[in-house]
């Protein structure tokens, strides 16, 4: 098997070619040999036509214009008698104590056939239709016999002439083949070249694009197979096309780990800032309260401080170890939640901590009851409403809503304030971003809360969006029932 493989060609081009050429040798060979069987019998039936013409002018001969009393002088019928027979015409005459037979030769001589020939015509069988018989010394002939009042009558005609042209119309089909193999190995090459043209095309383009630097940074655009390449209707316009939905899923694919990439290397570095700040401060007071000159109370100030960025630090890690939970796929608490109750709840706090806003509830007639986890929804609209207390001025009219349907609950907080600046909407939930400096009055806050609140939405199989104008800005929280 090994063997066979090394023999096929590795090439599709020479594949193709050997192909076309084994095929046109396969045709040539077939219609030779149907030619040749059929010029054959054509040609041995035109010889059997005239060995039973001969034979019936022999019977006749032997019949009508011989005497009777046997050969000369007495032995029998004279043969000699016959005529109308052309040159090669065999003629013979057996009985059962005699035999004799001629040959007509060119120019209207006799040949006289041996007792050796004789004994071979002796054998032949007596059927209707003519027998071939190689008699040596003459030759290939097609042989007649028959039963005319007791005499074994043979009539022949030669059939070399048949082998002959047999000969030659071989001859010219094997050299006609031979040629047509040639021509449409030839073509074969030209046209297979041509028609493989596209797809090394095809090819081109892809080692191009595996030659790119793909393992780091961004990729952009990579090179395409041409829109005449990429024809549907055809094979390669069907590789061509696939290659090209390929690339671009590639492109997408290497794009947003590129982004995925550098969102990681920001948040780590957005981390590694909020951490150095709480810990900066929490060593700079340790440092003031080891001094030998510090009194008690400013040692009570400074333990107060660094209790403030610890708490403030492990907020920061808990947020950060939450969302790498939620990124991971960590299923949440599933059991039943009171919606109204908790954004009730959650609007009191709120009251508590920013008095100087208005703060509205829009609920309906009866409790809204969805299944998650309540410590996490309830994390979620605490953010909502943190982040409209932080980022809008005093007087800022908040109103919360909650509705239900059969599909589930929308929790919608709605205010009034500035709005979010058209530029931050796109980034809005993701990880540290913060409001711009001229709508923020309160520079806590690490830019955790809106994606802390979008992961734990998405968590529940629900929605977090945002609708932004200024004087009317909407957070709108959809979770299925």
């Known amino acids: 098997m090994e063997r066979v493989r090394r023999l096929v060609p590795a090439s599709l081009t020479a594949r193709l070619v050997a192909t076309v050429v084994l095929l046109v040798a396969l045709v040539g060979l077939l219609v030779s040999a149907l030619t040749t069987a059929a010029l054959d019998k054509r040609l041995t039936g035109q010889i059997d036509k005239e060995v039973m013409q001969s034979h019936d002018r022999d019977v006749r001969a032997l019949q009508h214009g011989l005497p009777i009393g046997g050969f000369p002088d007495?032995?029998?019928?004279?043969?000699?008698?016959?005529?109308?027979?052309?040159?090669?015409?065999?003629?013979?005459?057996?009985?059962?104590?005699?035999?004799?037979?001629?040959?007509?030769?060119?120019?209207?001589?006799?040949?006289?056939?041996?007792?050796a020939e004789l004994a071979q015509l002796r054998a032949l069988p007596q059927t209707d239709r003519p027998t071939a018989l190689e008699v040596e010394g003459l030759g290939d002939y097609r042989f007649l016999a028959s039963q005319v009042d007791g005499i074994t009558l043979v009539t022949g005609i030669a059939a070399g002439e048949v082998d002959d042209t047999?000969?030659?119309?071989?001859?010219?089909?094997?050299?006609?083949?031979?040629?047509?193999?040639?021509?449409?190995?030839?073509?074969?090459?030209?046209?297979?070249?041509?028609?493989?043209?596209?797809?090394?095309?095809?090819?081109?383009?892809?080692?191009?694009?595996?030659?790119?630097?793909?393992?780091?940074?961004?990729?952009?655009?990579?090179?395409?197979?041409?829109?005449?390449?990429?024809?549907?209707?055809?094979?390669?316009?069907?590789?061509?096309?696939?290659?090209?939905?390929?690339?671009?899923?590639?492109?997408?694919?290497?794009?947003?780990?590129?982004?995925?990439?550098?969102?990681?290397?920001?948040?780590?570095?957005?981390?590694?800032?909020?951490?150095?700040?709480?810990?900066?401060?929490?060593?700079?007071?340790?440092?003031l309260g080891l001094r030998a000159d510090a009194d008690p109370e400013r040692v009570l100030h400074v333990l107060e401080r660094v209790q403030g960025e610890s708490r403030r630090m492990t907020a920061l890690v808990e947020d950060l170890l939450l969302l790498a939970r939620l990124d991971a796929?960590?299923?949440?608490?599933?059991?039943?939640?009171?919606?109204?109750?908790?954004?009730?709840?959650?609007?009191?706090?709120?009251?508590?901590?920013?008095?100087?806003?208005?703060?509205?509830?829009?609920?309906?007639?009866?409790?809204?009851?969805?299944?998650?986890d309540a410590q996490r929804l309830h994390q979620v609209v605490a953010n909502l409403l943190t982040n409209a207390r932080r980022h809008t001025p005093a007087g800022t009219t908040v109103t919360v809503a909650v509705r239900g349907s059969e599909d589930g609950a929308v929790v919608t907080v709605h205010d009034d304030g500035p709005g979010v600046p058209a530029e931050l909407q796109p980034t809005l939930f993701e990880r540290f971003t913060r409001g711009d400096a001229s709508r923020t009055r309160d520079s806590g806050g690490a830019g955790l809360g809106l994606s802390l609140?979008?992961?734990?939405?998405?968590?529940?199989?629900?929605?977090?969006?945002?609708?932004?104008a200024p004087g009317d800005t909407t957070f709108t929280l959809t979770l299925p029932a």
Request: with cysteine; net charge negative; proline share 3%.
């Open 74 to 115: 007495g032995g029998g019928p004279d043969i000699r008698d016959a005529r109308a027979q052309g040159a090669g015409t065999l003629t013979a005459y057996f009985t059962q104590g005699a035999s004799s037979g001629i040959v007509l030769t060119a120019g209207g001589g006799r040949k006289q056939l041996t007792v």
């Open 166 to 287: 047999l000969a030659t119309i071989i001859a010219w089909e094997a050299l006609f083949t031979l040629l047509a193999v040639g021509v449409a190995g030839g073509l074969a090459v030209v046209v297979v070249r041509r028609q493989l043209e596209p797809l090394r095309q095809v090819a081109r383009t892809a080692h191009e694009v595996a030659a790119l630097p793909l393992a780091t940074g961004e990729v952009g655009v990579t090179a395409r197979v041409p829109e005449s390449l990429t024809d549907e209707r055809t094979e390669v316009g069907q590789v061509g096309s696939a290659l090209n939905v390929l690339l671009g899923h590639m492109e997408s694919s290497l794009d947003a780990r590129h982004r995925s990439e550098q969102q990681v290397r920001q948040f780590v570095a957005d981390a590694s800032h909020e951490l150095r700040t709480p810990l900066a401060t929490i060593q700079g007071y340790t440092e």
């Open 329 to 372: 796929g960590r299923p949440l608490a599933r059991e039943e939640v009171d919606l109204t109750h908790l954004v009730l709840e959650a609007v009191g706090d709120a009251r508590v901590v920013a008095p100087s806003h208005r703060w509205q509830l829009d609920l309906g007639d009866e409790a809204v009851v969805v299944t998650g």
């Open 453 to 468: 609140a979008h992961a734990i939405a998405a968590a529940h199989g629900g929605t977090l969006s945002c609708a932004s």
